[in-house]
T-cell receptor, first 112, second 114 residues
Framework: QKEVEQDPGPLSVPEGAIVSLNCTYS??????FMWYRQYSRKGPELLMY????GNKEDGRFTAQVDKSSKYISLFIRDSQPSDSATYLC????????????FGQGTRLTINP | DTEVTQTPKHLVMGMTNKKSLKCEQH?????MYWYKQKAKKPPELMFV???????INESVPSRFSPECPNSSLLNLHLHALQPEDSALYLC?????????????FGPGTRLLVL
């Protein structure tokens, strides 16, 4: 069993829809949680960073962490075609925080 | 500014060539990373430098040789690579402080080994 599970998709939704992307993890030692967006043939871009349970909002993006269920989510409101990309969740432990453990990535397409 | 730059953007090399990838950041970060990413896979960690010292080597073959000349620069020297080493090579940096290891990635160098 992988430490971090992420549905690879692909996920295709119409423009304006609310998108929900999810990751589950098995190791309760993970304390830091990140979401990256990666466009085709580009490097990953940090979208959200959280270290506590609850919600964190930034514009159209909301990151949610539920440590009791070992489950994290990224919500995208009013999705745009420019949001079409691969979304990677990543997490790390306080000891060894430099070693990120990535999910497999979800390929998302927003259709105009 | 959260920019990490990488050169070159693309590189084609033969199996007998020697080449180098370069990475630079001016965010004052003290940890720098090399990752390898194959198509439709997440990045795989190769090396970590903390305060210009190699702190993590993920059992990478010796044909990859990292170098950190100063706190802003990171190189990856390539020699006698194999076709299976073709991939996107990503550099990243982070503050280097416990609990502040959010990593910022560069655009990558797309490497093709013939």
């Amino acid at each position: 069993q992988k430490e971090v599970e992420q549905d690879p998709g692909p996920l295709s939704v119409p423009e304006g829809a609310i998108v929900s992307l999810n990751c589950t993890y098995s190791n309760s030692a993970f304390q830091y949680f990140m979401w990256y967006r990666q466009y085709s043939r580009k490097g990953p871009e940090l979208l959200m960073y959280t270290y506590s349970s609850g919600n964190k909002e930034d514009g159209r993006f909301t990151a949610q962490v539920d440590k009791s269920s070992k489950y994290i989510s990224l919500f995208i409101r009013d999705s745009q075609p420019s949001d079409s990309a691969t979304y990677l969740c990543a997490m790390s432990r306080p000891q060894g925080a430099q070693k990120l453990v990535f999910g497999q990535g979800t390929r998302l397409t927003i259709n105009p | 500014d959260t920019e990490v730059t990488q050169t070159p953007k693309h590189l084609v090399m033969g199996m007998t060539n020697k080449k180098s990838l370069k990475c630079e950041q001016h965010m004052g970060h003290r940890a720098m990373y090399w990752y390898k990413q194959k198509a439709k896979k997440p990045p795989e960690l190769m090396f970590v430098y903390s305060y210009e010292k190699l702190s993590i080597n993920e059992s990478v073959p010796s044909r990859f040789s990292p170098e950190c000349p100063n706190s802003s620069l990171l190189n990856l020297h390539l020699h006698a690579l194999q076709p299976e080493d073709s991939a996107l090579y990503l550099c990243a940096s982070s503050q280097g402080k416990t609990g502040q290891e959010t990593q910022y990635f560069g655009p990558g160098t797309r490497l093709l080994v013939l």
